[in-house]
């Protein structure tokens, strides 16, 4: 109201004073009027933001009213604008809520974070006489620590310490805001320590606004020297923050192990000084309290431990000890130890008892024996007691009073007592009896022990009875005789004896004596026989005796008869003697002659055997024939007895055996043949025994001889059957002997020759043959060499022969001359017998240069094999080296070398190389070196590819229906190869090749069966393995099968012919064999002067077309092969297509080979596959050619030599002689005379290395890309169209170029073929 008024008058006073100027001075005056007036209604906040604080997660609501709101209301951030918008962009969290028109903008965060903590202002913007308002407020989001852990201790953990060691625990709290405080506790009292200490760390976090979040890390140390009262005590740590419950505080607690010796060990059980007496149980106890771990118990006993057995209950130990208590116990010392890992050396208690006991035994020690008055000496000992016990001494009933006794400590324990008495025996007692007594006074216990004495007596004199002294007992009868002796103590102990010999008897006892009787078979070893019976006991020192002999009578047993001399011979005395063996009384002996008594010489008698005689009686005897058989008996008699025996012998009367038919002493037999001699002889006795003998061994010890009695069969007679032979004839009376001489005629045989003889260039070699033979002689043995003539050995050599050997010289050898001299031996029996010497002349080595070691081939990571073969002598030395580096010889795991000798001159040495990699590849020098020289060749390593094709092929045999063909393999390509023969009749136009596959290792030979008779063949070969193959061997080679059939063929035909002939009607009459001769001739004429026309005109087509040869060529293949020759002739099609336009006639041969020795085209490519026998199928490729590169890159190209490229076969098989190849990279065919070669040779612009010069060769290629006929073949199953030319123009066209082949037969490829993809197959042009 104030203000209104002032603008009252305001206006009344203008307009008043200057009332023309009223509107103007109104307008000026009424501005600041009214502005004056608005200002009164400003705008200000109602209610200001306050600062704020909330849980992480939770809801912020941040107050901002404002009451004359005139401008725009928004928040900020940390100075960043939010916007105007209750929903603010980028914050979906955050909102503007309230009521705008009342002027109420509060801001309200929900699930606050960390980057929600920041300085917030609400701002009001300037209006219409307002200016901008501004009020900050914080917002302060806490979290709580998201975890507390003791660093490096789980919780509830133990952690074990020993005592008094300082330990120092550390409180991590981690992620809280603002920093959390830490409380320790010591069980549940909080620790006030000096020694803490708190370290609050601020961990950034990326927010989503991009701005570090703060939290807060908390550690506290806290220093720990605990002792035993700690142990077993937790240690908490607890963190006390605003955002946690006051009664929910976050805590982690771990507790202590302390380590502290345990105490003093005690025992329970037994007091010091309390007595046990023996047998009673005692149980102790040994205790001890504390201690962590718990204290280990152990008892001992007098130092060695007794058990070691204890338990814990808490912290509480204890070993109980339970025994019964025996005399080692006594004054025994039990200590107990107690220890743990914080002992410095074990805690120790012991006890000492004592135990009374009673001595376990009394024992009495003296003699158990004694005579009447003798004085034996007792002892009494005691067994060990506690206390010492006390001896009494009872004998014979008395006691004794004065007894001596003394103690001594007994190692067991207690004491021993001992005591010594005499005891005297007295007459008339057996026996003394001694009693002690061991008393224990204090335990009231005796134990006593008993001794006996017995008393001794000597028993009476034996007596004999049963047996007579002198009184003769005959042998057989049973005699028994009894020994008794009587008195004596103890009764004596009767031994019967013989000879002093113990034998047994039968005892019987008495009261007061005892007998021993023996029963006696009497024998004649009883005679004079001295029988002895010995008394004897305790009391007699030396034995009593009798004795008795006896007198037996007994027979002789036999008698013997000795002849002398033990032979008896015609005309000789001998004498007969009788002895009698020993007899009581002595024999009488007398003599039978068949039966009769005849007078001997007069008994001699002398002392026999057991106390008897032997008798002995002679007779002499004229030995004549008569006495032969006659028996004579002796006989020996006891007459006391009436008992005999005899003997009797027959007379023998012997001469030694005589031979009836005696051979001649000179006996021949040649080797192989039987010989059978036959001798017998006569002799007494007549069982004579025949011994053959050869040069005085045995004869039949070979299998070969047979020797039967007197006959001698040798089966196959021998040059070691030669030597004496003696039969001899042998009985009992002597022996006699034949002897006579056998010689054996035997071949000569060599026994020795040196396998070589190595010699220096210019010295002369000497070289020798052993020879053995019956008849052998010098001329004999004869020598020869091959390529030497009669004439160089008669001047080149010097022979000589001494004692079966022939010394051969040859003077001044070379080197040409090396290989075997032959050494001949032959004497007309059985065939000659060669033997080889070869001859060595020293030379440097030379490489062997075959294609299939000259490279090797091996895939990555296989072993490669490399071979470097070469012939010198001396021996020859390898060195291997790559890039000039010797490669060391089996020193790594790379390389393994092995050399060794193939021959007397020829080596060989093998490289592998193992784990082949890529740089393994290329080449490895190979030097050989001996005395004279070296060598060297580089084997080239490479990966392994299709084999090369076999550097020539060679006819080994032909029959009437097969060939034999050999070949010389080529290189592999490093895997095992295999071969494809193709043949056809080489006169056979239209007829196909058929082919025949050989598999299998290292075949170098084949035999083609199911041919033609008398047939001229072309044969090939290639080879192939798992990569490819190789190209054909030119068509070089021709066989012919034999026109003649084996013996043993039978044909159906031959069976007419027979018949025919015999029958007369197959003859041919004279006349017509004149007609076919003469038409025969005239043919033969035609035929050379059409030759010479061919020859004339192609010599002059040569002439004129030399400086033409390019173009011709070109033309000539472009005529037959419309595509260009450069993708799809190879070197072998050239050769076709030029056959095709330069053939001429020259009889059958011009047909099958041309000047550069291929084959006619039209016998190459034609196929006919209807008469193809084989299951394989015919077919024919072009070959892509492949651009040239150096030889170094061409694999499996041939570099073989070729031994002969034109090969011709007669029917007996000879083959002519072909010229080497000069380089073994081109295919090399010697010309022939019949041919006319080739002008300038034919070059192509894509091939780098010219063609050698003079051999009509071309170079090929190994063709490797898989075989597809170009687009200008066609391939077709059915014959082709008739030709458009009229069959005039054919005519004048095949007189012009030979005889036309049959129209061809072409033929597609077999797709359901197997063949290897890259197998290379002959082609041409169609």
Known sequence: MKNIRLFTVCVVTIMDTAPGLIIHRFAIVLLPLLLVSVSGQQQYFRIQPKDVKVHEGGEALLECEVTNQAGQVQWTKDGFALGFSAIIPGFPRYSVVGDSRNGVYNLRIVNASLSDDAEYQCQVGPARFNKAIRANARLSVISPPSSIEIVDHAPNSKIEIRENQEYQLECLVKNSKPAAKIVWYRGNVELKLDKRVDTTTEVNEPSGSGRHAKRYNV????????????????????????????????????????????????????????????????????????????????????????????????????????????????????????????????????????????????????????????????????????????IKWLVAGRHIRNATSRTVVSPEGGWITTSNITAVVAPNKRSLVVICHGINMQLTENIVSTHTINVLYPPSQPIIHGYTEATSIAVGTVQKISCISSGGNPLATLTWYKNDKKINSVTKVNDRSVSAEVNILVNVTDNEARYKCEASNSATEIPLFETVTLNVYFPPDHVVIRKDPPELKTGTIATLTCDSSSSNPEARLSWWREGIPVQGVTNVTKPGLHGGKVSSIMLSLDITPELNGIVYTCQATNEALQRSVHDAITLEVLYKPIFSDVPTEQQTGIEGQPMVLSLQATGNPSNIVYTWTKDGIDAGQDLRVLVDGPVLNITKLRKEDSGVYMCEA?????????????????????????????????????????????????????????????????????????????????????????????????????????????????????????????????????????????????????????????????????????????????????????????????????????????????????????????????????THDSVLVGWVPGFDGG????????????????????????????????TITGLAMATDYTISIMAFNKLGSSKYLPDTLRAKTSSELPPSFHSPSQDVDYQSDEDGRGGVSGLVIIVVTVVGMAVLMLNVLLIGCCLHRRANKRLTAASEQSSSKSATIEMYAPSSYNETVTGETLSSVSEKSESYSNGDSNQEYLEDGTKAAASTYLIDQIEYPYPYPTYEMQHQPKPHHDEQDVRNAYSHVVDGAKLHYTAAGNIATAHPVVDGQYYNISPDARYIPYPPQLEFSHMGQPVMPGTGSLRRLQHRGPVVPPPDVTVSHNPPPHSALSTQQQQQQQQQNGPTAPTPLLSTFNPTLSYPATMETEGHLV
Request: with cysteine.
């Open 219 to 390: 550690l506290s140390r806290i220093k720990l020297q605990p002792t035993s009262e700690d142990d077993y005590e937790g240690y908490t740590c607890e963190a006390r923050h605003e955002a946690l419950p006051p009664d929910m505080p976050l805590r982690v607690t771990v507790q202590l192990s302390v380590l502290y010796p345990p105490g003093i060990p005690y025992i329970e059980g037994y007091t010091e000084g309390e007595t046990i007496r023996r047998g009673q149980t005692v149980e102790l106890t040994c205790k001890s309290r504390g201690g962590n771990p718990p204290a280990q118990l152990i008892w001992y006993k007098n130092g060695e431990q007794i058990r070691m057995a204890y338990r814990t209950a808490g912290r509480v130990s204890e070993n109980i000890y339970t025994f019964t208590a025996d005399a080692t116990d006594n004054k025994a010392r039990y200590r107990c130890e107690a220890s743990n890992i914080m002992s410095q050396g074990p805690l120790k208690t012991e006890i000492q008892l004592t135990v009374l006991f009673a001595p376990a035994q009394v024992s009495i020690s003296g003699p158990t024996e004694a005579r009447i008055g003798d004085s034996v000496p007792l002892t009494c000992t005691t067994a060990n007691s506690n206390p010492p016990a006390e």
């Open 730 to 958: 042998v009985n009992s009376e002597g022996s006699t002997s034949v002897k006579f001489n056998l010689t054996v005629q035997y071949a000569a045989v060599i026994r020795d020759a040196p396998e070589f003889v190595m010699v220096n260039p210019g010295e002369n070699a000497h070289l020798h043959c052993v020879a053995e033979g019956n008849p052998l002689s010098e001329s004999h043995i004869s020598w020869r060499r091959e390529g030497f003539s009669d004439s160089d050995m008669e001047q080149r050599t010097e022979r000589t022969y001494r004692n079966g050997t022939s010394y051969l010289v040859v003077q001044t050898p070379t080197r040409e001359d090396n290989g075997n001299f032959y050494c001949v031996v032959n004497n007309g029996i059985g065939s000659e017998t060669t033997r080889p010497v070869y001859l060595v002349v020293k030379y440097k080595p030379e490489m062997d240069t075959s294609p299939q070691i000259s490279k090797a081939a091996s895939n990555t990571g296989d072993t490669g094999r490399l071979v470097c073969r070469a012939s010198g002598a001396p021996k020859l030395r390898f060195t291997w080296s790559r890039e000039g580096a010797t490669i060391p010889v089996n020193t790594t795991e790379k390389y393994y070398i092995d050399s060794h000798q193939v021959d007397i001159v020829k080596y060989e040495s093998v490289l592998l190389v193992k784990h082949v990699r890529p740089s393994d590849y290329g080449g490895y020098e190979c030097v050989v070196r001996n005395e004279m020289g070296f060598a060297t060749a580089t084997v080239k390593l490479d990966v392994t590819s299709a084999p090369d094709p076999p550097t020539s092929m060679t006819v080994l045999n032909v």
């Open 975 to 1006: 895997m095992e190869p295999s071969y494809r023969i193709r043949y056809r009749p080489t006169a056979a136009f239209g007829e196909g090749y058929r082919y025949m596959d050989v598999i299998g290792s290292n075949i170098t030979s084949f």
